[in-house]
């Protein structure tokens, strides 16, 4: 085992000095925006060749079980490593396997970064005069907005009542309001 530690980096141990590692097998790992709310386990199934003596003339496919953690406000593109986790080959490092967080397309939202944005159909008629829309929530409930007529520009409120994506420990986003009018409705 050697270490190496030359021109300021830090010191690590190389075990396989001399060895190739095989290309990262990448794939995605889709999960929903409710998912992404409360954190999920999601589980994997991969089959790897191993092998059962040193010169490679003998092989076993093995099944395994990948769990792989998913925590509440992750972002889309979280990569998550499996390290040395691929197929066994002689003279070869495994490869790793690496899942990126992907997002599902949602029914009512979509995501800008740690916050939610909401569309409301509104008539044109209730957009000139003011309206309340009723925005939904990823936790079932829904919040109250009111939508006004300020100086010929509509005004669109941030609705901020509900926690979307917990990032850290003390940011959190917000459910965004945009509209769309509307005009056949007079």
Do not use: C
Not at 2 to 10: F, I, K, N, R, T
Not at 41 to 57: E, P, S, W, Y
Not at 150 to 179: A, C, E, H, M, Y
């Amino acid at each position: 085992m050697d270490v190496d530690g030359l021109d300021g980096d830090p010191p690590r141990f190389r075990e396989n000095k001399g060895r190739n590692q095989d290309s990262a097998v990448i794939r995605d790992l889709y999960v929903s925006l409710e998912e992404v709310f409360t954190g999920v386990t999601k589980k994997r199934k991969i089959t790897r060749n191993v092998l059962l003596t040193a010169d490679g003339r003998s092989t076993l496919r093995e099944e395994k079980i990948l769990t792989i953690e998913v925590k509440p406000g992750w972002k889309e593109g979280t990569k998550i490593i499996f390290e040395k986790e691929g197929d066994q080959s002689p003279g070869k490092i495994p490869a790793d396997i690496i899942f990126i967080i992907r997002d599902k397309p949602h029914p009512l939202f979509k995501r800008d970064g740690a916050n939610l944005v909401y569309t409301a159909k509104i008539p044109l008629r209730d957009a000139l005069r003011g309206t309340l829309v009723s925005v939904p929530t990823l936790t079932g409930q829904r919040s109250p907005s009111t939508l006004t007529r300020k100086r010929r520009n509509l005004k669109q409120p941030d609705v901020s009542k509900d926690t979307v994506f917990p990032i850290q420990r003390i940011r959190r986003g917000r459910v965004i309001l945009s509209s769309t009018l509307i005009s056949n409705s007079l």
